[in-house]
């Protein structure tokens, strides 16, 4: 990227001027904060500036409620746990394999729950941010093993994001989940485990080649004394922790977790790490010139490293709204599935099984990233099996739920979803005759509107022509039309 093309740093933090505020950069915005660049959404985002528009979206936090399986699973895992204390080693085995088996099912109804909970447009910015950070502060089912800790940590990150990183990160450090993912519970005095400390200043906090070696045998000494007990607590045991004294960037004393925390954020390189890992995720793949970064860091440090602050002043930067950061990123494939569904008006289905599955297939399970890196993201997304994946999930809408694909217990959840009206899960057939009756160039008007942050339709226009034929039926000819247009790059971007 051409940098001398951009504005000069001094500048590209300021607010988007109110002249520049219309329906193509609330369109951006749209995109960019949630999943959906639906025009009533848009609308509502024009009624205000940037700033009112990410404070309405992001303003008051909305707690996940507890999913109901596992609310009725929590008593039977307890008992399970408890039952460990009084078990020979054949009935520990069997205990055992009953929790894996709880906490598996527990983690998918997880799953489908908060998939569900951020399909809300009232949720979906929150949730957005949420995953965010989930990708910065990295957990895994697979290493923590633990449903009811994994919707902690997650309920610990959501209610985070209305104050400062430094109290995110001591929050998030003690976590059950943390405490088991990164082996902080095997960190004790004279028998160091370096793994949370090399983390936490590499991939949470500071990035690489901000640190010693040294920096990190120190800061691992800092965190001895955590445990996480068989109720899923962590605790502190004082004389598990080393209370000598540690020299960890510079200076000495007897450091704990809190203290360690406050020296990361005394490093210059705290003020750039958030805003350069939100740059990759909101903004470029490529990142932008260090000084960029560094003009945005040094301001949010003097906002005390408030996130509402960062999140507010990235979103309605000028820099933010440049045309060349506009449809340049590829959705991931839980934007790709939550914008569909919000943009087709459809619910999401109510089987564990089938939906993670799907957007498994597109490349991202739930809690569940390659490594302690996160997704990488951006052009990794596309390929050609997840591009067959995002192909393939447009063909299932497009049809009646397949039911003889289901087992007793998905069909009895459909027929919940039926009862409760929450199973739009095929798209309108009415819609897709009437969209069939309607002239091709009307049809790509309609569609590009709906459908891209860049609502020109020329192209989509021309494809159509060369898609329907004259002989196809209405709803025929609608459903190509929607086909064809999901199926467009425009779509894949946002």
């Known amino acids: 990227m051409p940098d001398s093309n951009l504005l000069a740093p001094v500048d590209a933090w ?51 409620p ?20 009084e078990a020979d080693e054949i009935e520990k085995r069997e205990i055992r394999q009953n929790l894996r088996k709880l906490n598996r099912t527990g983690y998918n109804d997880f799953a489908l729950q908060w998939i569900r909970f951020a399909r809300n447009p009232a949720n979906s910015c929150q949730e957005k941010l949420t995953l965010f950070f989930q990708n910065v502060w990295v957990v895994a089912f697979a290493g923590v093993r633990s449903t009811p800790a994994l919707l902690d940590y997650q309920e610990r990150i959501r209610r985070s994001i209305g104050g400062t990183y430094p109290e995110m990160c001591k929050h998030l450090a003690v976590s059950p989940a943390m405490v088991r993912y990164l082996n902080l519970n095997q960190n004790r005095k004279g028998s160091p485990n370096e793994n949370f400390a090399r983390e936490l200043f590499e991939l949470f906090c500071l990035g690489e080649g901000n640190y010693t070696e040294n920096d990190i045998k120190e800061a691992a000494r800092a965190l001895t004394g955590y445990v996480v007990n068989q109720e899923d607590e962590v605790r502190f045991i004082d004389r598990r922790h080393d209370n ?25 390189a705290a003020d750039e790490f958030l805003p350069r890992e939100l740059v990759r995720a909101y903004l470029t793949e490529d990142g932008l010139p260090d000084q960029y970064i560094a003009e945005l860091g040094t301001q949010w440090k003097a906002a005390g490293f408030s996130i509402p602050y960062l999140i507010s002043t990235f979103f309605s930067s000028r820099l933010f709204y440049d045309e060349r950061f506009r449809d340049n990123l590829i959705k991931s494939p839980f934007h790709y599935y939550l914008g569909l569904l ?29 490594n302690v890196r996160g997704w990488v993201g951006g052009r990794h997304w596309i390929n050609s099996a997840t591009l067959i ?65 860049n609502p020109d339709s020329r192209q989509l226009e021309g494809i159509l022509n060369e898609t329907v034929s004259p002989k196809m039926s209405d709803r025929r000819k609608g459903v190509a039309c929607l086909i064809a247009a999901l199926a467009q790059p425009a779509y894949h971007l946002c």
Do not use: C
């Open 66 to 85: 507890q999913p109901e399986m596992l609310v009725g699973m929590m008593e039977e895992i307890e008992a399970s746990v408890m039952s460990l204390r």
């Open 342 to 370: 919000q943009d087709l008006d459809l619910d999401v289905f109510p089987s564990p099984r089938l939906t993670t599955n799907m957007i498994r297939s597109m490349g991202q399970a739930f809690f569940n990233p390659p």
């Open 244 to 268: 000598s004294r540690k020299t960890i960037f510079g200076q000495t004393g007897n450091f704990g977790l809190e203290e360690l925390i406050d020296l990361v954020f005394k490093q210059p």
């Open 389 to 453: 994946a995002r192909n393939r999930l447009v063909q299932s809408v497009m049809n009646r739920p397949p039911m003889g694909q289901l087992n007793a217990d998905e069909k009895a959840a459909l027929e919940k979803a039926v009862e409760a009206g929450e199973a739009r899960l095929q798209v309108d057939p009415g819609w897709l005759t009437r969209l069939g009756k309607m002239p091709l160039d009307e049809v790509a008007k309609d569609l590009a509107a709906r459908l891209y942050t």
């Open 14 to 64: 300021l607010p988007l001027p109110k002249a520049e505020w219309n329906e193509t950069t609330g369109r951006h915005l749209a995109s960019r904060l949630g999943y959906s660049v639906q025009p009533d959404l848009v609308e509502a985002f024009l009624k205000g500036g940037p700033k009112t528009s990410i404070k309405i979206a992001l303003g008051s936090i909305n707690g996940m």
